[in-house]
Each structure stands twice: as C-alpha cells, then as structure tokens.
C-alpha cells in the first residue's frame, strides 16, 4: 500500500514539476536583499527589478531581510521552498566572506543554487567631511595620528564595506574601529552627518554624496578611474598601490530550484542587464558590468568557489570570525 502511495506522489511531482516550471512565474517573486533599503544592494536589485519584471511578467517584490553582515538574509533563502518565487540578492561578502566569519547553519555553496552574476562595483574610501586630509597619503596620516583607532561604517561583520575596511588596514598599516549598521545606506547617513570617520564603500553608494560635496573621497580601489566619477585617483595614483578590490553581486536560489526555472531568471536578468535605459541607469552610478563569458548560473557558482579559495585564508588569519 505505502509503495504504490509513494509511487503515485513521485509521478505526481514527476508530472507537476514540469508543469510548474512551464508555467513560471504565475505570481510575483520575491527577492530578499540582505541589507537596509536605500543602499548599494537594494539600489541595484531595484533598479534590475523594474525590467526583469517586464520580462517575466510579474511582479518582483524586494524584502529587506538584513543584519549579521547580510547572513540572516541568505538563510531566509536557503530555508525557502525551491519553487522559483523566492531568490536572493548577494555578494562577496554574503556569499564568501560570511562563511569564513560565522557559524551559518547553511552551505553557502552546497544549499543554494546560483542563478547569475551582476554588476560589480570599485570600492571608494570616503570620510566626513571634516577629517583634515585631502589627499590619501594626507588621509592615512590622519588614521595614523589618532589616540584612538578612527570610526569606520559597515554593514555587519563579513560585509562588503567590512572585509574592504580590513584590506585597507592591511594595505596602508592602520587601526580602524568598526560601526556596523544593517547596511551602508545607514552607515552613509552617518558619515554625512559627521558621525563617523571613514566608510570603504561601494561606489554606488557613495556617489552621489561625493558629487553633492557632502563627503569626501580619496581613492577608488581599482586599477582604472571609474567613468562616472574620473575626479576621484585610483589607489594606484594616490599612493597605495595595488589595493585592489571589486565587490561582486549576484542572484541564487534555494537548492532544489528546477533548473528550467533557474535558467527563465537567469535569462531576465541577462536582459535586464542588457536593456539600455537599464544598463545607462546601473553604470550612471558607477556600476561595472559582469563579463559576457560569466553569464550562465554554472559560471557564478564556478566563481563563488573561486572566490572562496582565494578569500576565506584571508579572511581566517585577519581572525575576525564571530562566534
Ligand atoms: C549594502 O547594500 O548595504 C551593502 O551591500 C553592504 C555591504 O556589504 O557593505
């Protein structure tokens, strides 16, 4: 009796699962961005939004689930069913540099399944405006001089703007005492009201206040000025050479997720990506966009566990885990 009862459920799924992934999406999908509304990752997941929504004909709808650098977010994830409905929004840090840091009650590779790389972004280092420096070297002295270790905002422990604080003490010999917020979208805010030192930001995020003259930046860390904003040096041209750092994004999805329905986001998303208006609106804040030969869902996670090598020994000997 049970045999033929489980025989029947199988060709019941064995027949509907097709059926579902024929008929994805048949309401809206939800994506969960990590981190506050109003920063890096909400802008650009919103922004992409607006035109994957056009290409799957429904509605995408993006919840902030944030704190612990971004890992409470991607849990939501991975604990959702593998129906398509619901994605998550990550990056380096959530999706590599969480993993080195925190006790996660989930494999960031083996129970999530990757759907498509996205723009990346330079860092920029950027103060409030009344730190005395104009310059990076001028900045760096700064840090140096202060009887306490200077403010630095973040989002949480193995955050983009974290693990890019701990390559900037490394890279120019400091101390910084971290403020962490449940984005930089917050953390920004603050700096702009002079409430903290220093942010190791992402571009997109502190763009537009560096245009407005509401913070000051120094150096972006890449080898090439970014387009948008050619006043701001690279590192390389302000003195510290070689820090370089990207910070990646990208789309996953529980594991289990059919495939074909993996491939129907991958392939909005791709459009999105290629979309002009879209594509003008990601690059106008500093966004750079991810190469053509990493588009498929197999490139990202062949690039995660990439990432995950290079990374977390880095990340272990900064001995920054948290229990
Ligand atoms: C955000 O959207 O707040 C960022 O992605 C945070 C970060 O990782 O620094």
Do not use: C
């Amino acid at each position: 009796m049970q045999r033929a009862l489980l025989a029947a459920l199988i060709a019941t799924f064995a027949i509907a699962a097709p059926a579902a992934a024929e008929n994805f999406p048949s309401h809206p999908i939800t994506v969960v961005v990590p981190f506050s509304a109003g920063g890096p990752s909400d802008a650009m997941m919103r922004i992409l939004g607006e035109r994957i929504k056009l290409s799957l004909g429904e509605a995408i709808l993006v919840e902030n689930t944030t704190g612990a650098g971004g890992s409470i977010g991607v849990g939501r994830v991975v604990h959702s069913p593998p129906d398509g409905y619901t994605v998550g929004f990550g990056h380096l840090g959530t999706h590599v540099a969480n993993g080195a840091i925190y006790k996660l009650n989930y494999d960031l590779v083996a129970d999530l399944e990757p759907v498509v790389l996205l723009p990346s972004n330079p860092m920029v280092i950027v103060s409030k405006n009344a730190v005395a420096a104009r310059t990076l070297p001028e900045l760096i002295d700064w840090l140096k001089s202060r009887p306490q270790p200077a403010t630095a905002g973040t989002a949480g422990a193995g955050s983009g703007s974290h693990i890019a604080g701990l390559a900037f003490e490394s890279a120019a010999g400091i101390k910084l005492q971290y403020v962490p917020y449940r984005g930089t979208g917050p953390a920004l805010n603050d700096l702009v009201a002079g409430q903290i030192d220093i942010i190791v930001d992402q571009t997109s995020n502190s763009i537009n206040q560096i245009r407005a003259g509401s913070i000051r930046a120094y150096a972006v860390t890449d080898s090439k000025r970014v387009e948008q904003a050619a006043d701001i040096p690279t590192v390389d041209e302000a003195g510290l050479p070689n820090f370089h750092m990207t910070l990646w994004s990208g789309l996953w999805a529980p594991k289990g997720t059919p495939k074909e329905i993996i491939a129907k986001v991958n392939a909005a998303a791709l459009d999105a990506l290629m979309d002009p208006q879209t594509r003008k609106n990601l690059e106008n804040l500093g966004l750079q966009m991810p190469p053509a030969d990493k588009s498929t869902p197999e490139a990202l996670g062949e690039w995660q566990k990439a990432e995950i090598a290079k990374w977390w020994p880095v990340i272990k000997a900064a001995h920054v885990a948290v229990d």
